[in-house]
Structures are given as C-alpha cells and as structure tokens.
C-alpha cells in the first residue's frame, strides 16, 4: 500500500505516526464517553465498554510504536498490533450476549475470545519468534468473526458503520486473513484507527437518521432493531409473532415494523385495530424487550399516553 499513496511515508515518521493517533483515538473515545447517556437503561453498556477499550489498545499501541521508532518489521511490534486488532471483535461478541439475566456473566466468554485470539502473539512475545504465526484454521476463524458483524449490523440502519469496520479490520489485519499478504505496518495501523473511528462517530452522532416510523410499535421496534442488530431482532421477531399467531392478533413482525391484517390478506389501518389487541401486543413486547431495556426505554419510544385505552367492561 505504502508504493501506491507517495505521500504515504510522511505518516512513517514515528512521532508523526503517534501525534496523529493519539488525536484520533483521543477524540473518538471523547466522543463516545459524551454520548454514553444515549445507552442509559440498556444492556448496550458492555459492548460499549468494549468498545472503549478496543479504541484505548489500538490507540495505545500505535502512540507507543512510534514514540519508540521501532521497526514495523520487529516481531513484538505485529504481535501488539495483532492483539490491539483482535479487541475490536470484543464488542460484537458482548452484544451477541446482551440479554439479561445473562449479560454480566457473558462478559467472561468475550474475555475468553480475547484470550484466544492473541494466543498467537503471546507466543511471539514470549518465546521471542521471527515472525507472528497466524495461519490455517486461525486465519479462517478470523473471517468468519469478520463475516459475522458484517451480518449483524449491515440490515440495520447503521450500515455505513458496518462497513466502515469492516474496513477497519480487514486493514488492521491485513497479513492475519486468508488470502492477504504482508501487514501493512504504521500506515496500515492509522488509517484502520481512522476508518473504526469514523464509523463510531456515525454512530454517536446518530447517522444515518432514524426512519420514520407510522405508529409507536413500530417506532419501538425499528430503535430496538437498529441498536441490537440482526441476530437479537430476528429472535424477538420469532417471539412476538409466534404470540401473534397463537393469540390470533392479526399482526406479523416485519424487517420494517408490523403488519396489521383483518383476514391474513389484506392490510388494515393500525387505528382500526381492537384496542385490546393493541394492548396485549404493548404488554407482549414490554416482557420481551425488558431482558434487554428498561421501562423507560420502551416509554420514551411508546409513551403511556398513546398506550391503547383499556376497554370498559
């Protein structure tokens, strides 16, 4: 890469390389931590601590790098480079694990990944080797964790982002990944931080825009969707129509939010619906979606005064 961008040597200069680190790492995490509030009464806030930390070791790493001026070329410098990389599956696997009561012991396993990733680098720290040695199988686990967050987060409303890091991680693990060649040493590092940076920036700032939701169940459902992603939303989709059919509701969970039908064919206002089969739809998302939010973040997106009137008896 460094042959194809002339202007790529400038950024070879160790402490250029950590000035320019430092100030996209610091500020990504600054930005993160001023928009933690948006997470309050989640189960969001381990993958997001997570993400800090994935954001602190790339960081972290590139700064020390280059305010040591070691060669791109020495073993401990692509064994560091590989475990700062390896934090930034972390927050995907600690949302896989984002519903209660289960959260907070799910921790450990993300732990656990970790561990198993940067096996190979403790390796070559520790036994002091020319070269880091991630092959085979280790490289294909490696696509298949890049593949997975693509396909967790790609659907959603947040899929700029998803390819952003995806990006970021092809590129900070460029050399790791089947079918790839050389690391791509201190330019490789900064522009992956840039490239993740950004696509947390995205996120924090909300964009792309909400999509505009035609009823507060959809609103619910399209905020839930977007914030928890594929695997989470197909599983709450599969609860809430299964309660759908049973009950005999006349609504199915769609991708883009529900479906009101009067004979299963053709579609009806959501203001003609029964109201007592509104409600027990409200009652029935609120028992799912409170393994994963709190009460008042199903009443911020469906208020208590839109909530279906209880009819008389």
Known sequence: METLLPAASIWQSGPVAAGAAAVVGGLTVGLLVACRGALRGSTLIAPYRWTLAAFAALTLVEVAIGLAGADPARFWVAALRYAAAATTFCPLMALLGAKRPQDRGWQWIVATLWVVLVLPAAESLVLGRGGLDVRDFRAWFLGVLLLVGLANALPGRFWPSALLLLGAQVVLLWGH????????????GLLGLTLAAVAAALVACGKPGRRKAGTCEDRLWLDFRDAFGTVWALRVAEQVNAAATRYRWGVSL?????RWTEDGSADIPPGTVDPRVRLDLRRSLQSILRRFVSSAWIAERWPAADEPAQPRA
């Open 254 to 258: 769609r991708w883009h939010g529900f």
């Open 177 to 188: 990944l089947p079918g790839t060649g050389r690391p791509l040493g201190t330019l490789g």
